[in-house]
């Protein structure tokens, strides 16, 4: 299963047309396809079966309720470190949540603290899509133990549909380890 991530960048046009490639090639959800407005955005999402995820294009509350009121996505990539921390991380879940919209915890490079961070809101979010990223890794450098961030991914609850990097460890290759084994996705 493959996940696009294209950073809007791609036009109309062409995001239709990655669009209907991914539905018969194992893709599972488009990332920021195009860089519009937001009702754009809802016609590629109705034009195609494709899930959308928003991301960077959601800066604000009131772009998240622009957003879902044109309907033009089905999970939001929630970065700590963009939109100012856990407590204000915690008022878009809500709201996205309260408007059947999924959520994703992203990455965004983070070390040591805001790892932690992000792994322990997993741990209290309800019915989240999915965490992804593991920012010491991708770095290649970190101030603290890989060891304690096992310990946290493991520790993910098993209801969140989240598993610990041992359960990944036998299923799948870690050539890459681009998101170290902590994406799941209902």
């Known amino acids: 299963k493959i996940k696009i991530d294209a950073n809007r ?8 047309e990655i669009s209907s490639w991914g539905e018969k090639n194992n893709v599972i959800l488009f990332e920021e ?16 079966h494709l899930p959308i995820m928003l991301d960077e294009s959601i800066q604000s509350l009131k772009q998240l309720g622009d957003a879902i009121n044109s309907n033009c996505f089905d999970v939001l990539n929630i ?15 809500t709201f996205c949540q309260k408007n059947s919209k999924k959520v994703s915890l992203g990455c965004s490079e983070e ?11 997993a741990k209290k979010t309800n019915n989240l899509y999915g965490v992804e990223g593991y920012g010491p890794d ?40 681009e998101f170290y084994g902590i994406w799941s996705t209902r």
């Open 9 to 16: 960048g791609y036009s109309f046009s062409d995001a239709k």
């Open 138 to 177: 991708r770095l290649k450098i970190d101030l603290g133990s890989k060891d304690q961030y096992m310990k946290s991914f493991n520790s993910l609850s098993a209801k969140n549909g989240i598993f610990g990097y041992k359960k990944y460890q036998n299923e799948i290759s870690f050539k890459t380890k």
């Open 79 to 93: 970065k700590l470190a963009r939109l100012g921390g856990i407590s204000n991380a915690q008022k878009y879940i």
């Open 111 to 121: 070390l040591n603290i805001g790892m932690s961070a992000i792994l322990n809101l």
């Open 33 to 48: 396809p195009i860089n519009s407005e937001f009702n754009t955005i809802a016609k590629l999402r109705n034009e195609t």
